[in-house]
């Protein structure tokens, strides 16, 4: 059997890849035979045809997981790799990323594979669906708004959000997650300050935003979250405001769909798209490219590029 899986979504695929193996050890208890080659530490194709190829005296099939292999190597390796897979063992071919399309052993893949995973971010009735299913798993309910709040501190963030509702249900002891569990537990991405510092920062009231800069470093938060959620706010207002033609399209789930955001991230952000334009935001995001440019080759401190954010909007 030949299984590709691939995608963004790594929670998706490295759990999908663990029930695989769950269930072929569960199948072959004291018989089985499974191998797993981490490309990104070492690449010997070679080697992989060699283990594809040999014979096991103890199982009938040997399960032999590569991860990231495409991305490891080129056409011509990949070419020897597919000339090397037989039919008598499981071959889990695991990308934790999307591959090149054009890279030759995805097409391959894509055609002759017995199974074909591609792990996508979920957004909107699916990852609201998702968090409720695994708040379930652990025993749990959430309520609609409560998912809403939940989705607006950690995103869609699946491997973020596995952790906080573990460490909610085990908070509530049996009740229902509710609103005021997400603020005493989980330190969002995005928070009530952070919003009012972004609307300050778009409507140029630069002393507001300037003040509750400051408050948001004075009760301790890393100064690298606030610049990435800047730049992450930011972005989705521009995603936002072309999905909604700039506040024409007031419908929170069309919006969402088209921008790829959860739709209370959108109604969030529809309205400070009414209230800015399209050219204020495009600058804010180039400002921050060039600072974190900046940043991280070392020409400015994180702190100073704050403040020249906030007060040269």
């Known amino acids: 059997m030949l299984i590709y899986i691939c995608g963004e979504e790594t929670y998706t695929t490295h759990h999908k890849v663990e029930e695989l193996k769950s269930a072929y050890i569960q199948k072959n208890v004291g018989g089985g035979n499974c191998v797993v080659f981490d490309c990104d530490e070492k690449c010997d194709v070679y080697e992989i045809c060699r283990t594809i190829g040999a014979q096991d005296l103890f199982a009938s099939e040997k399960m032999i997981i590569i991860k990231n292999f495409i991305q490891s190597t080129k056409a011509e390796e990949q070419k020897i790799m597919q000339k090397a897979i037989s039919g008598t063992d499981i071959i889990v071919f695991w990308e934790t990323g999307l591959p090149r399309k054009n890279a030759f052993l995805v097409g391959w893949l894509n055609k002759n594979a017995d199974e074909v995973l591609e792990g996508k971010k979920l957004v909107g009735h699916d990852l609201t669906m998702w968090i409720t299913q695994y708040a379930k798993k652990c025993n749990a309910k959430i309520d609609r708004e409560t998912v809403d709040e939940l989705v607006l501190y950690v995103g869609n963030d699946l491997w ?3 952790q906080e509702i573990d460490k909610l249900s085990a908070y509530v002891s049996g009740r229902v997650i509710a609103v005021e569990d997400v603020h005493v537990l989980v330190h969002g991405q995005i928070d009530a300050d952070m919003f009012a ?13 300037l003040t509750l800069l400051k ?88 702190q100073s590029a704050l403040d020249l954010f906030v007060m040269g909007i």
């Open 160 to 162: 973020r959000l596995a």
């Open 197 to 209: 510092t972004i609307e300050a920062i778009v409507a140029r009231d630069k002393g507001h935003a």
């Open 215 to 302: 408050k948001q470093l004075a009760k301790g938060d890393d100064p690298f979250h606030i610049f990435s959620m800047y730049t992450y706010q930011i972005r989705t207002l521009l995603l936002v405001g072309g999905a909604s033609q700039w506040g024409v399209v007031q419908d929170r789930n069309v919006v969402a769909k088209l921008a790829g955001v959860h739709p209370f991230v959108a109604q969030k952000a529809l309205l400070l798209v009414k209230k800015v334009s399209q050219k204020v935001l495009t600058n804010a995001h180039k400002h921050l490219t060039v600072l974190d440019r900046e940043i991280k080759t070392g020409k400015r401190d994180v």
